[in-house]
């Protein structure tokens, strides 16, 4: 299926219920992105979807608003499942599907680990769409807390990374408990041709938005890169990079727990006012972060992966790359945290002698300039 994108100029086409239109434009959307324009007209048509498109450009309104629209808020019965790798990101969605919501009689059950099991299998009972993790939503179907029959959607956001190894055998078992006919919706920046194989296991003949690689690089984001040499002379390269520029926050991206808290501790010597979120603090600990964050009561964030994907904070415009990410589609994920929704941002990528081959390979594979880092930076 195609859509004449060059028709759809408001979100009246849609033909959306007064209620979830009104919180539509109530929560800013005036004209639907791209993929909204693509992917919202499929899955109010009751196809299996698999959607496909640059970090920022507004998948989590697509979603939402299509799962919206299909709810019917008389029925207190679950009818919706929406599942995300990450509490941060099921958090994030949760509250945009509330905030779209707003004016409807909506209820949803957030079931992430840190929410007290008690209180999920409280909720999930009365409500319309169940937002999580893998792990916890598992958990709620093998207690049998709520009545799998109604259920009409299953949407899996960052889908490539839920069809990996770390989640795969949980996203299965939701699967096989849900009904057959369960509309499928999977949402995602990036997705390798061995996922999308995955994928015709278990989903009927999905309407496909898919982008071709080189074109999933984000025009707004301008990219550079500073050749250090070594791993010990970064520290100091990055010091001086928040010397230089004019920065209302930021994101710095490391490969592991051990880099984000060495980080964290030798910014904090130099004065530098700096949060850090990983894998190994409470749910709490992460909540609170990405709470002071967001209000700007700290401008830089150092980050592992878990942070790459999905994370909206309006005021980032800067991406440091301490550590290149492993795997190549992490690359546009952690850019895409800068530059959201068309704004402009910037990505900086330290690299050593080992690693500019692998910088050359991601510039390769997406089309990406990444250009050095120029001596006047005053202007970047």
Known sequence: MTTNTNEIDSFDFFNLKDKLL??????????????????????????????????????????????????????????????????ELACQINSVILSLGTYMELKTCLAIGGVNINDNLRDVKNSHVLVGTPGRICDLINKDAFDLRYIKILTMDEADELLRQDFINQIKKIIQRIPQNTQICLYSATLPDDLMDITSKFMNNPVQILVEPEKLSLEGIKQYYVDVSREQWKFDTLVDLYKSLKISQSIIFVNTIDKCIYLHDKLTENNHTVSMIHGQLSAIERNEVMRQFRVGNC?????TDILARGIDVQHVNMVINYDLPSKNESYLHRIGRSGRYGRKGTAINLIIEKTKRHLSDIANLYGATIDPLPRDISNI
């Open 299 to 303: 401008r830089i964030l150092i980050a």
């Open 22 to 87: 009104r919180g539509v434009y109530s929560y800013g959307f005036e004209c639907p992105s791209i993929i909204q324009q693509q992917s919202i007209p499929p899955i109010l048509e009751k196809r299996d979807l698999i959607a496909q498109a640059p970090s920022g450009t507004g998948k989590t309104g697509s979603f939402t608003i299509g799962i919206l629209q299909m709810i019917d808020e008389t029925m207190n019965r679950v009818q919706a499942i929406l599942v995300a790798p990450t509490r």
